[in-house]
């Protein structure tokens, strides 16, 4: 299993990103993906989750309306596009993949400060 993130970078607050997630060595559209961070002394938290057909997600309370989740089975990709960005959005984001184990990217870092 192989989960390669990019998109990441600075940004002003309110500003926009689109995360992506490239994925290699499972079938990839057979399991649900998610993204999650981890900022500065705080733990890995939970940001979105897409199901396997791309039907259902779900998200943190703290990024409700502002991000969305998407996947392209065709490319075995998966996005995190992110609007309205604040300060406390600041973390690094990694893709995440449950099979048989979780299995985690290298991480891509998204600073927002002005």
């Known amino acids: 299993v192989q989960l390669v993130e990019s998109g990441g970078g600075l940004v002003q607050p309110g500003g926009s990103l689109r995360l992506s997630c490239a994925a290699s060595g499972f079938t990839f559209n057979r399991y649900a993906m998610s993204w999650y961070r981890q900022a500065p002394g705080k733990e890995r938290e939970l940001v979105a989750l897409?199901?396997?057909?791309?039907?259902?997600?779900n998200y943190a309370d703290s990024v409700k309306g502002r991000f969305t989740i998407s996947r392209d089975n065709a490319k075995n990709t998966v996005y995190l596009q992110m609007n309205s960005l604040k300060p406390e959005d600041t973390a690094v984001y990694y893709c995440?993949?449950?099979?048989?184990?979780?299995?985690w990217g290298q991480g891509t870092q998204v600073t927002v400060s002005s």
């Open positions: 897409i199901s396997s057909g791309g039907g259902n997600t």
């Open positions: 995440n993949v449950n099979r048989y184990g979780n299995y």
